[in-house]
């Protein structure tokens, strides 16, 4: 597989996760976008290239930078507190992650 390969498969890995994080479809997004189906599931594959305007769409509607989709974005230390707290979550059971990751949520989009 050559370097160019690889790129584009690394960019349908982060678009197929962006599209699971937000539990939908390939057909949904497929609609949203304009496109048929078996086209989301080539570009999560990396067997099908996306053009600029696509990816802005997918950014847009995964709500999510460019930049991040595509690997670019720097990475951001995290903080002593999140690595704690993602140490004691794996001793939690599943049930009790999703509730901590809803409760995080929550507090994300809380007024201030």
Not at 16 to 26: F, P, T
Not at 38 to 63: C, H, M, T, W
Not at 76 to 88: D, E, F, I, M, S
Request: proline share 4%; hydrophobic share 35%.
């Amino acid at each position: 597989m050559s370097d160019e390969e690889v790129k584009w498969a690394k960019i349908g890995e982060r678009l197929k996760n962006a599209r699971e994080y937000l539990d939908l479809s390939q057909d949904e997004v497929a609609k949203s976008l304009g496109l048929k189906r078996p086209a989301i599931s080539k570009i999560e594959n990396g067997k099908r290239k996306v053009d600029a305007v696509e990816l802005g769409q997918f950014s847009q509607l995964y709500e999510q930078s460019i930049e991040s989709l595509t690997g670019t974005a720097p990475d951001v230390p995290l903080p002593t507190n999140v690595k704690a707290l993602a140490r004691a979550a794996t001793d939690l059971s599943e049930g009790d992650r999703e509730k901590l990751l809803d409760f995080a949520k929550f507090l994300q989009n809380r007024p201030e």
